[in-house]
């Protein structure tokens, strides 16, 4: 196996069957050469070349090699802790972002997450992940970023799942629940608690329906007996239920069945009632 291009000092590019590839490791083009030989004990990850890893190529060449190496560290560590492998993706949008961030902290430019609290909520172990991010890049180059960036890199690690949707996906329905939230928070005049259980178990019922809404997946049922109890005994809350429903049509052409209206009116009452 012959280097055909060195990309970096832990990386370079191959031709092997015919194709392109990619490969790392610590050190595995240190003062090598095009035509030098790679130990294969070094490698550590092959990438098959195609457009998204032209892309890559393109990373690992420009990139500080210390932000890929931290970059790829947090993914070794985010794969064993989920005890599965992320997409190849991962690769790029991480590297990329981990030195973008770095490089705003350098510059004195602190982005505000205002997705934060919900990520926390939704994304439990992506976020301690992320949390872990944050102190290897303190620990390894002595920058601090903010847990701020600890969200972000949680919804990096999120969407590279196996059975994740796109990051688009997930930051619009974490924007969506966060402006729900908001609506309870105005309807009742009042700011939820959000590290309390009940606010933790209506951020993920939000999750489980705008989800499901937003894919036209069918929501749980619930008997009129049952509905009607809810509606008369928890009319504040059943109204602020209404309330989200119109605001889910209004802004984004989503329809809450009255059933799942009734769930949330149980979540949003348990909010009221046990700010834990």
Known sequence: MRIDKVLNNNAALIKEDGREKIVMGP??????RKNDLIQKHKIEKIFVVHDENEKFKQVLETL???????????ISHAEGELAAPLSDHIHIALA??????????????????RLLHEIKALYKKEYEIGLWAVEHVKQTLGISLPDDEAGYIALHIHTAKADAKSMYSAMKHTTMIKEMIE??????????DEDSISYQR????????????????ALHSMDEEMLYFIQKKYPFAYRCALELAAFLKNEYDL???ESEAGYITLHVQRLQKNPE
């Open 27 to 32: 050190g595995i083009a240190f003062q090598k």
């Open 64 to 74: 500080p090699e210390e932000h890929i190496e931290a970059a790829e560290d947090i």
């Open 96 to 113: 990329d972002h981990l030195s973008f961030a770095i490089e705003r902290i350098q510059n004195g430019l602190h982005v505000h997450n």
């Open 183 to 192: 609506k309870i928070e105005s309807f009742f005049e009042q700011k939820v």
């Open 202 to 217: 209506l951020v993920t019922h939000l999750r489980y329906a705008v989800s499901r809404l937003d894919s036209n997946e």
């Open 255 to 257: 329809e809450l069945p």
